[in-house]
């Protein structure tokens, strides 16, 4: 039995400031093949569990390149096609093949390609041959349009948001596509719109709950696996939306019901999933009620892991206009603020301006006299059994306030991005992260409460704000609920 697996991926947010490109890729992951190093990172799985399950299991592995960048605009197109056209000529070195793992995100848009995945998937399809079982990971923030759902055999996504059951996702995956290629199993799917879009996460109720029912329905009555596809609204395609997707062996009757059966709890609780927000300036004066600290305020709007630019100064501002003490914020993406830091070293004061750089909305930069209070090269932070880079990194200090500034941008998902440059999160009564829900994981345990605010940056979570030209405005919130349908 001979498998292939490859990775393309980033998550594309339609309204981003930041181009691009090929390097884009290559200056976050590029692991040609061979390369990939032992652990798993979430678009990536699939490759690295194969790898191992190859070895217990006896089936032969031919690994392509695994591509991934932080979530910024659409691909350029040339680079798109470059990267595709790199693991379809791998993919035609090493067939024949019995089976494909991609490990995808699925929001990926690329300059002509609304549906990148789909494009993939279908050029794959065209090599390995209608009999070769093709087996795609994706995140839930993912555009689960038809066009790739026929394209593949078998699509799983992670259910859990923080994406932690990325690697458990991955060995379902790899089992599924086993037992298809051996004939054990006849996977047949079942896709369902539920006619809006909405933000879901899984560390609070209902979301906790919806995870826990659809592993349960796995398993029996013929149920392979049972995925939500949050949909991703900063992706402005023809099929943004939220979609329920049920794999059965050989039972599309049942799978049918049952899609539809978890679309309508998906459409009733319409509005409750993601936590009320406040106001950036009410969530100040919310955290500094607590009578303990730390209380852990996220901000979705400046997203680095939905294509914000992470370097909105709002926050900090009104912090410091209000003359707020003991308070932290980060992570702010400047490498030219965090060089300067590293230029004078730790302990130095100097006047410095930062954030506030990328677009109208990160707001203006802010210009005070601060003191560097550590620094980190190659930074990383973690991510459940992953890591992830952060660039070179610098902590200050201005005024009450402690900013964690870092150099490759990412989202808040591990604590490392305060304590790696001397910032002490225990003390502090305010801490402020840029991240929709990935932080959670790491920060609820640290916070003595989580609030979520609009800190007005590019990406808010309320999807009219977004000036749409593709996505359908025919479905909730745009308009009133219309009728789901059956898809695939
Ligand atoms: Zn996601």
Not at 117 to 132: H, Q, S, T, W, Y
Not at 362 to 387: M, W
Request: aromatic share 8%; charged share 25%.
């Amino acid at each position: 039995m001979r498998i292939f697996a490859a990775s393309l991926a980033t998550e594309t947010n339609s309204f981003s400031p930041i181009p691009t490109n090929r390097e884009s890729y290559e200056s976050t992951i590029y692991f040609r093949p061979g390369e990939h190093p032992d652990r798993g990172t979430l678009c990536t799985a699939p490759l690295w569990v194969a790898r191992r399950r190859a070895k217990q299991e006896g089936f032969e592995l031919i690994e392509g390149s695994c591509f991934w960048a932080e979530p910024s605009a659409p691909t350029q197109q040339a680079s798109y096609e470059s990267m595709r056209d790199e693991i379809l000529d791998q993919l035609r070195a090493a067939m024949p093949v019995d089976g494909v793992l991609l490990g995808l995100h699925g929001a990926m848009i690329a300059h002509g390609y609304d549906d990148a995945e789909g494009d993939l998937i279908a050029r794959v399809r065209e090599i390995a041959g209608p009999k070769a079982v093709i087996g795609v990971e994706l995140d839930p923030h993912c555009h689960l349009t038809e066009k790739r759902v026929r394209g593949a055999d078998i699509v799983i996504l992670f259910k859990e948001y923080p994406h932690l059951d990325f690697v458990e996702r991955a060995e379902e995956l790899v089992t599924l596509v086993l037992k298809a290629i051996r004939h054990d199993i006849k996977p047949v799917t079942s896709l369902y719109d539920c006619g809006m879009i909405d933000v879901y996460p899984t560390s609070r109720e209902p979301g906790g709950g919806f995870v826990e029912k659809m592993k349960k329905l796995e398993g029996r009555d013929g149920v392979l696996s049972v995925s939500l596809g949050h949909g991703f609204m900063q992706g402005d395609v023809p099929e943004q939306g939220t979609r329920v997707l049920v794999i059965t062996d050989n039972a599309k009757t049942h799978g049918d019901a049952l899609a539809k059966e978890l679309g309508a709890e998906i459409r009733e609780k319409r509005g409750t999933w993601y936590p009320e927000y406040l106001s950036y300036d009410d969530a100040i004066t919310a955290a500094y009620a607590e009578p303990k600290g730390p209380v852990v305020v996220a901000d979705p709007s400046d997203n680095a892991g939905g294509g914000a630019a992470s370097d909105n100064t709002n926050i900090i501002r009104r912090l410091l206009e209000r003359g707020m003490t003991d308070a932290a914020v980060g992570p702010v993406w400047d490498p030219i603020a965090v060089q300067f830091c590293h230029a004078v070293g730790i302990g130095a004061k100097l006047p410095l301006r930062f954030g506030g750089k990328t677009a109208p909305t990160s707001g203006l930069p802010i210009d005070a006299e601060v003191t560097v209070i550590g620094l980190a090269k190659d930074a990383t932070q973690s991510f459940g059994s992953a890591r992830t880079k952060i660039g070179d990194a610098a902590g200050i200090r201005v005024g009450g306030v402690d900013v964690s500034l870092i150099s490759h941008r990412a989202q808040a998902l591990g604590t490392e991005i305060f304590s790696a440059v001397g910032i002490d999160l225990s003390t502090k009564r305010y801490v402020g992260v840029k991240s929709t829900n990935h932080f959670h994981a790491a920060y609820a345990p640290i916070a003595a409460k989580v609030l979520y605010c609009d800190g007005e940056g590019p990406s808010p979570l309320d999807a009219r704000k977004y000036p749409f030209t593709k996505a359908r405005r025919t479905i909730w919130p745009h308009a009133e609920l219309p009728d789901g349908r059956m898809i695939v």
